[in-house]
């Protein structure tokens, strides 16, 4: 039978409720489990995909083309799973098919309410999940925090599956913030005790309680929280400052904390196994190199919005015994003070990342013209894709006023333009060109050479493309495009064969990264880093 663990928050939002839920489905791989994971959100949107990254930090893709919360990004990151769009609940499609439903008559007769429409329409989009997975545990983070009005149907829904499940194939995880006075250094349990409290007034006992809080928490304090949580003390676990979130599993479980959720739920588990895990959180806390990278975005003033490709730039570099320092740096800056794009100078490799709209393109664009022309290392994604061919267009091939249709409706030279499908689609939620889609390699290219193989399937979320009257100019000028869509029409990857390394894509590779198998475009991009900086052009990227 399928257990189901529950993930709460308390005190504050990004409480670490995200890899504590992935450090706990870790814990169970490595006892030879199977765990899948549902990432409850209470906003109202249907998705993630129309907010702005300032907002709610960047949007995850799952392969079949959902746009969903990052959280599911630390999921993929940390279980090596694939995730579905089902596998991300807001407020939006609870209410949306709820509606739906009635509407179809499928509540003849009723009034319709929150209790017991809403609440069974949550109940059983969990339950599917575990119903189309060959899984043994149901992990579900409850976004928010306790208390939140627009997370009560929710967690009132949660409740319901004690009841519902049994004490016995049901748990519940609770965190919360202990913080620690800064003029006596005391760690203060009073806001976990809140908490727990406004969680029971809802009708949930958590079963296991995790304290975050920036170091260790003591003895005494463990006792407090047993004792004013109503549990024992061997269900209280801390989630300290980690030098790497991958390190979180291996503190918790040294804890005893996945030993206690197996025992709880009567699990039958192996023997845990964390060598491979290790291996890749030692070569990140005891590198052997240390690279500066300069990521040229226009969210730079919150990191969430970058997470993935921040992680996947953090795999290629445990891939690489380096340690991968990322300074985010915004792109309007070199704009405001063109010359001041020679700071990049330096840096050991220039990122520049997706993005949407004209702000901060032409700092971009500044940031790769200097890679270029330095012969910095430089990987582009999406947007970054899309500048690094206006960037070659105007200033190698002479179309000095050539952009894209979405900074200039107008320009004279269109090198990107909307993708034909796009046009006149007015509703913006779920309409661009989304999910995994195949790409084609060219053999003896760098893109070959990166991936291994002449058939890929990447993620992907765009409306723009190379507008194809433009190939053989950009082409003629060395601008070589290697990955192409299966029918030949959209270019995927591009490369300068010439510099050290000089590589962007359409695809969104870091959406598939993982510690251990990191995506091979961020892979390569740290390899070349790593390679300039010690002087070795011919450096292997095996």
């Known amino acids: 039978m399928v257990k189901y663990i529950f993930v709460t928050g308390g005190v504050l939002s990004s409480v670490g409720k995200g890899i504590l839920t992935s450090s706990i ?27 702005n990254p300032y907002m709610h930090g960047e949007v995850f893709v799952t392969d079949d083309g959902g746009e969903t919360d990052l959280d599911l990004g630390w999921y993929e990151r940390f279980l ?45 989009r969990i339950k599917n999940v575990g119903k189309n997975s060959d899984v043994d545990v149901v992990l579900t983070e409850v976004g928010g925090t306790v208390g939140d009005i627009e997370g009560l149907p929710f967690l009132e829904a949660i409740r319901q599956m004690r009841v519902e499940e049994g004490y016995e194939n049901t748990l519940y995880v609770h965190v ?21 409290n406004e969680l029971r007034r809802i009708g949930i006992q958590p079963d296991t309680i995790v304290a975050r809080s920036p170091k260790m928490i003591d003895a005494e304090t463990l006792r407090k929280i047993a004792l004013f949580g109503t549990i024992p003390e061997s269900a209280v676990f801390c989630s300290d400052n980690a030098e790497t979130v991958y390190e979180v599993p291996l503190v918790l479980d040294n804890q005893g904390m996945g030993d206690f959720i197996c025992r709880r739920l009567g699990l039958k588990y192996k023997s845990k196994d964390f060598s491979t895990w290790q291996k890749y959180v030692d070569a990140m806390i005891n590198p052997d190199t240390e690279i500066k990278i300069a990521l040229v975005g226009k969210y730079a003033g919150l990191t969430d919005s970058y997470v993935s490709m921040t992680e996947a730039l953090r795999h290629g570099g445990a891939a690489c015994r380096t340690k991968v320092c990322i300074s985010y740096l915004e792109a309007e800056n070199f704009e405001r003070v063109p010359e001041s794009v020679s700071e990049l100078s330096k840096y050991d490799g220039v990122f520049v990342p997706y993005g949407f709209g004209p702000r901060g393109t032409e700092g971009k664009i500044a940031a790769i013209k200097y890679a270029r022309e330095n012969d910095i290392p430089f990987l582009g994604i999406c947007y970054g894709f899309q500048l690094a061919v206006i960037e070659f267009a105007r200033n190698v091939c002479g179309l000095t006023d050539a952009n894209s249709t979405e900074i200039n409706p107008e320009t004279p030279y269109p090198v990107i333009d909307l993708m034909p499908e796009q046009r006149g689609i007015e509703i913006k939620g779920a309409t ?82 993982r510690l251990g198998k990191p995506s091979p475009e961020y892979y390569g991009f740290i390899r070349g880093c790593v390679n300039r900086k010690l002087g070795n052009r011919n450096g292997s990227l095996s």
């Open 176 to 196: 919360a913030l202990v913080p620690i006075l800064d003029v006596t250094g005391e760690m203060k349990t009073k806001p976990l005790q809140h908490s727990v």
């Open 25 to 51: 489905g870790k814990m169970l791989q490595a006892r030879g489990l199977k765990p899948t994971v549902v990432k409850i959100d209470p906003y109202v949107n249907i998705d993630a995909g129309t907010m």
């Open 432 to 513: 661009m060109r989304l999910g995994a889609h195949k790409v084609v390699l060219k053999k003896d290219s760098l893109a070959y050479e990166l991936f291994g193989q002449e058939v890929i399937y990447e993620r992907h979320r765009h409306r723009f493309e190379v507008n194809l009257d433009y190939i053989e100019a950009l082409k003629d000028k060395g601008l070589s495009f290697t990955g192409k869509s299966s029918d030949g029409r959209r270019m995927e990857t591009l490369e300068l064969p010439d510099k050290f390394f000089y590589f962007a894509s359409q695809f969104h590779g870091e959406f598939k990264s």
């Open 80 to 124: 090596d799973l694939s995730l579905k769009q089902e596998n991300n609940l807001t407020t939006g499609t609870v209410y949306r098919s709820v509606i739906e439903k009635e509407r179809h008559g499928d509540f003849l007769g009723r009034c319709v309410q929150i209790v017991p429409h809403v609440t069974n329409e949550i109940k059983n």
